[in-house]
Nanobody, 118 residues
Framework: QVQLVESGGGLVQPGGSLRLSCAASGRIFSIYDMGWYRQAAGKQRELVAAITSGGSTNYADSVKGRFTISRDNAKNTVYLQMNSLKPEDTAVYYC????????????WGQGTQVTVSS
């Protein structure tokens, strides 16, 4: 059984920063792409950032220059550093990972709330 556990969400003022973490645990053979999605109230879930096992990254235009995704392969963990946060960044943030156990499948975390408000 593979689990993805997120942490680091919370309430922050506009212009502030938060760092999200997501750790994968269980019988893991390999982890390929990892990423973060978010879903604001009344909106569809959208990709925020993704990172390959080799470290190549991809960002949504709305977060480029403000958010940074990184990973620690030894810890099976992906991070999302969020700076210069805006009210429109308010959403539930979900991590996802493509994992071989040995069957290959996509897994999701339970989500963590990020609220940007004064």
């Amino acid at each position: 059984q593979v689990q993805l556990v997120e942490s680091g969400g919370g309430l922050v003022q506009p212009g502030g920063s938060l760092r999200l973490s997501c750790a994968a645990s269980g019988r893991i053979f390999s982890i390929y792409d990892m990423g973060w999605y978010r879903q604001a109230a009344g909106k569809q879930r959208e990709l925020v950032a993704a990172i390959t096992s080799g470290g190549s990254t991809n960002y949504a235009d709305s977060v480029k220059g403000r958010f940074t995704i990184s990973r620690d392969n030894a810890k099976n963990t992906v991070y999302l550093q969020m700076n210069s946060l805006k009210p429109e960044d308010t959403a539930v943030y979900y991590c996802t990972a493509d994992i071989r156990t040995p069957a290959r499948s996509n897994y999701w975390g339970q989500g963590t709330q990020v609220t940007v408000s004064s």
